[in-house]
Each structure stands twice: as structure tokens, then as C-alpha cells.
């Protein structure tokens, strides 16, 4: 196993490097990047917009010379020197080539730069919003998979039955809300949008939770997960449900179980002792997509809804103003992070059925 860990570890830079290099490409044939959005703003509001950027005077020239020969879009009629100075300001005053050999150097030492906009740097961004996200897809990860095993085998054994038709649909109606609609009516109905105020709106702590006791601060924290996660939840477990009894029928219907009941196994024994075994190797294997999923893309409009400054919504906001520096940190985090839950979730694998032996695959 220790082999095939380190082939995997050693597939991470590759991966990385590929996937930030294709992403790269891309953003620099996107029209209106910082630089565009900078001469935007100085043409609206005069030089002050470049004195936050560069620290300096700002001085725009009026129209006269102008930069016609200027690549930016709203260039024209803007000194050409200032349209450098913004440049510089932003790096990208360097070829292409220099700027991403930079930026990958950097991003090996885990140093991703400073927010354009934001003056912050990326990696206090990324810490400061980490704990939201993590929150959202852990506690909703959990409770689907916590909820979704369960009623999946018991779909299984029941199947046909009106216990089965009626949870069917439940959870076929569960799958067709999105995500974000029933955060909305979570909010009308409990968080004081039109009938009672039982849950907080906004953030994961109380103004104050600070000074509270620990005891006091988890029961808080709890208090404002209940809605988020409940909205990620619904729509989240309608698919693992039916995966988990197609999973189980499709074992039930094997030799083997067949011949454990001719040997008196009891039900119980036959389920988890032979099926649950085999059935719940394709169910762990979407686990690390399920839980990067609601993590940073299924949680994006949740959090919007509840106000809640995740990883998601910092990196959609980013992408919006084209804060690249910003872009790429949480673009090499999700991917990291995704990369990590697959080498996890090949290890779950051996812990649900030691007999599979990823050293001898070729």
C-alpha cells in the first residue's frame, strides 16, 4: 500500500500543474481583467481609482494623444503611461510565460500572492472563509450518508412495498427543488422572512460569541447550521438513496446470498455481514466527489442565501472581478483538496473489503 500511496502523492503535481496551466490559458483570452476593469473605473471616477492601486497621484490626461494602439478595451483617449502604470501595478507589465512560472513557484512555497482588489493576501482570504465551507460539506456530507445508507437498504429489502413507493417519492420530490429554492423557503418560513424568526439569517456565530463559554459557542454554531444544512441535505441525498438500493438489490440477487440463507444465516447477518460489504463499494466511492461537490459548488448559492462568506462565494466573486491572484488560490486549494479525498476514499475502500489490494492492480 505504501507504494501505491507514494505513485498517487507523486500524480498530485502533475495533476496540479496541468489543471492550473489549462486555467491559465484560459483567463488570459477572457476579456475584462483587472487592467480593463481598472481603466473602467479611472474613466469614471478620475485618478483616484490608480492612487489606490499604485499609491501615487493618479494623474489621468484628458483626452488628446490617447492610447490608441492600446490591446485594452475604454483605453482610448487615457495616457499611455498610465495604462503602463496600471499594468505594473498589476504584473502584467511581464509575458505570460513569466508571469504563470512565477506564480507556480510561488504556489509550491503555498505563498499565492495578494488580492488585487481586496488588499489582503490570498492565503488569509482563503483561511478566514475555509471554516464556513468546511462546515457546509462536512455536517451535510454526514447527515446524507447518515441518512441516505439506512433508508437505501431498507428500500432494498422492502422493495415493491408501499414503504417503498411512498419514500420514493419523497425523494424524487427532494431531487427536483434546487438546493437554493428551498434555502429561500427555509428563510420565509423560519428565519423571520414572513412567519417566525426561530433561526438566525447570517454568519455561523452570534455578534459577541467571542467571549461566550465553549459550551455557549457550540450550541450557537449549531443553532445557525441547522437551515444551511438542511437546504444542502434535501436535494443532496435523493441520489445516494436510490444508488445505495440498487446497490443492495443487486447483491441480494447474487449466488452467495442465496447460499447463506440456505445455511440459516439470519437476515440481519445475511445484510451486513455478506451484502453490506460488496454493495458499499461503488457507494463509498463517490464519497470524495459528494463531499468536494457540496463543498464548493453545491453550497455556492446556499451560502448566498444565508450570508455565509465561504470558499464558494469568495471564489464566484473573484471570478466575477477577475481577481486572479484570488481565482487561482481557491482553484489550487478545491483541487488539491479534491485530489486528497480520492487517495482517501481508496483507503476507505480497504477498509470496507481488505481483500481488495490496490499493489496488485497493473
Same mark, same amino acid.
Given at each position: ?16 500543474? *496541468? ?46 494623444? *490617447?492610447?490608441? *494602439? ?103 420530490? *427532494? ?188
Amino acid at each position: 500500500m505504501a507504494a501505491y500511496l507514494l505513485r498517487r502523492l507523486l500524480l498530485v503535481i502533475p495533476t496540479l500543474f *496541468g489543471i492550473i496551466l489549462i486555467n491559465f490559458v484560459v483567463v488570459q483570452f477572457a476579456p475584462g481583467g483587472p487592467v480593463d476593469q481598472m481603466i473602467a473605473e479611472l474613466r469614471n471616477n478620475g485618478g483616484g481609482a490608480l492612487s489606490r492601486v499604485t499609491g501615487g497621484t493618479g494623474e489621468v490626461r484628458q483626452p488628446g494623444g *490617447g492610447s490608441e *494602439g492600446s490591446n485594452y478595451r475604454g483605453a482610448r483617449g487615457l495616457d499611455p503611461a498610465v495604462v503602463k502604470d496600471i499594468e505594473r501595478a498589476f504584473g502584467f507589465d511581464k509575458p505570460a510565460t513569466t508571469r504563470f512560472a512565477e506564480m507556480v513557484g510561488s504556489y509550491l512555497r503555498f505563498d499565492f500572492g495578494q488580492s488585487l482588489f481586496r488588499g489582503r493576501s490570498v492565503l488569509s482570504l482563503i483561511a478566514e472563509r475555509l471554516p464556513v465551507s468546511i462546515s457546509l460539506g462536512l455536517w451535510s456530507t454526514l447527515i446524507i450518508y447518515l441518512v441516505s445508507i439506512p433508508l437505501g437498504i431498507r428500500k432494498a429489502v422492502r422493495d415493491g412495498t408501499a414503504f417503498d413507493a411512498w419514500t420514493s417519492g419523497v425523494v424524487l420530490v *427532494g431531487y427536483a427543488v434546487p438546493g437554493f429554492l428551498f434555502a429561500i423557503l427555509l428563510v420565509v418560513l423560519f428565519a423571520g422572512g414572513s412567519f417566525v424568526q426561530w433561526f438566525p439569517l447570517r454568519g455561523l456565530l452570534s455578534s459577541g460569541a467571542e467571549n461566550w463559554s465553549f459550551g455557549a459557542r457550540a450550541l450557537d454554531y449549531a443553532w445557525h447550521m441547522v437551515l444551511p444544512t438542511v437546504a444542502l441535505v434535501v436535494g443532496g441525498f435523493a441520489g445516494l438513496v436510490m444508488l445505495t438500493k440498487n446497490s443492495f438489490m443487486d447483491e441480494i440477487n447474487k449466488q452467495y446470498v442465496l447460499t447463506a440463507r440456505a445455511k440459516g444465516a439470519t437476515e440481519g447477518r445475511v445484510l451486513y455481514g455478506h451484502v453490506f460489504r460488496n454493495a458499499m463499494l461503488l457507494i463509498i466511492a463517490g464519497f470524495p466527489s459528494a463531499f468536494i461537490g457540496i463543498l464548493f459548488t453545491g453550497a455556492l448559492l446556499v451560502e448566498i442565501v444565508f450570508s455565509l462568506d465561504g470558499l464558494g462565494l469568495l471564489g464566484f466573486e473573484s471570478a466575477i472581478r477577475r481577481d486572479y491572484p484570488v481565482m487561482f488560490g481557491t482553484l489550487y486549494i478545491f483541487t488539491l483538496l479534491g485530489l486528497v479525498m480520492q487517495i482517501i476514499g481508496d483507503f476507505a475502500y480497504t477498509l470496507v473489503d481488505p481483500r481488495i489490494d490496490f499493489e496488485a492492480r497493473r
